[in-house]
């Protein structure tokens, strides 16, 4: 609340999307301490490697072409884009039909009785329609405190063991590394599925997707989250009460206060809410 208001004020290089306070640091050394200046800048940096310095760059200005309304930028929805190696999607593997669509919602600030925080209290799971014209098949798995946790985790795997023996060429896709750490912190935790999640990373079973979309894309959004790339290929905006992975964090904490209170109806709710915004994460990935 204080600091962002400060780096808008003064258009700071921080705007750029993925920039590190270190890059931060060098770019103000050699004078370019705003977002238009580094979009205008040209020449070497020696403290920056090329290759970095010209991809922050690109994204310093297509943000800012976005920003003006440059009509010699591609868009679309909305949202400029440039493809910069349209081949790193030739690095995915090949579509199969026991594909699924994997999202984590947790809450980093849940925390048991022996003091460890949060809680992985949705694994989300989203499989394509199993007739044309149908809705694709959407699976939860709930976690409300650590035995469920680890109950959600085994469901998972044995749902994936399933699933790989019907469709051996199946893959899990799923947006940034939070799914791949969350599982080997959980298999870690519970001492349970170890081998299994190392052997669903060691044969590539796991996809993410965010490392194409780095390697392939810029855009001119301020972030390269789900929610901000949507507007290049989902057609309709979001429209439920829960709109951001904080939201869904508020909402499970106020979730369990009326759970507690003897309200389950309000609770079921509650996860209901979630759920529709989970499934929508999936669905975008």
């Known amino acids: 609340d204080v600091c962002a208001p400060e780096v808008e004020a003064h258009r700071d290089v921080l705007l750029v999307a993925g920039m590190r306070v270190a890059q931060r640091a060098r770019l103000r050394e050699a004078g370019i301490a705003t977002i238009d200046e580094l979009a205008a800048s040209t020449g070497e940096i020696p ?4 290759s970095n310095l010209a991809s922050l760059r690109t994204q310093a200005r297509l943000q800012v072409a976005q920003e003006r309304g440059d009509p010699g ?15 790193a999607v030739g690095h995915l593997p090949p579509p199969d039909p026991g594909d699924v669509f994997f999202d984590f919602e ?8 022996a003091g460890t925080w949060g809680l992985e209290y949705l694994f989300g799971v989203l499989e394509a329609p199993t007739a044309p014209g149908a809705e694709p098949v959407f ?3 709930w976690a409300h405190d650590r035995a469920g946790e680890r109950q959600a985790l085994l469901d998972f795997l044995a749902y994936l063991r399933e699933r790989r023996a019907a469709h051996p060429g199946m893959h899990v896709y799923h ?11 959980l298999a870690g935790r519970y001492g349970v599925g170890e081998d299994e999640v190392d052997a669903l990373l060691r044969e590539g079973v796991l996809v993410d997707l ?9 855009v001119g959004q301020r972030s390269y989250s789900l929610k901000k790339l949507e507007p290049l290929y989902m057609p309709d905006a979001r429209t439920g009460e829960v709109q951001t992975a904080g939201e869904s964090v508020v909402e499970y904490a106020e979730a369990c206060e009326v759970r507690d209170q003897g309200r389950l109806g309000e609770w ?4 209901d809410r979630i759920a529709d915004y989970n499934r929508y994460d999936c669905e975008s990935t």
């Open 106 to 113: 947790g809450d980093p600030l849940w925390v048991d009785e």
């Open 268 to 271: 079921q709710e509650r996860l």
């Open 47 to 50: 403290t920056i490697a090329p």
């Open 73 to 87: 930028v591609a868009t679309s929805g909305g949202v400029a884009y440039e493809l910069v190696a349209p081949d």
């Open 139 to 141: 699976r939860p798995f």
């Open 175 to 185: 947006y940034a590394s939070y799914e791949k750490t969350a599982l080997l912190r």
């Open 210 to 218: 965010y490392a194409t979309v780095r390697a392939a894309l810029r």
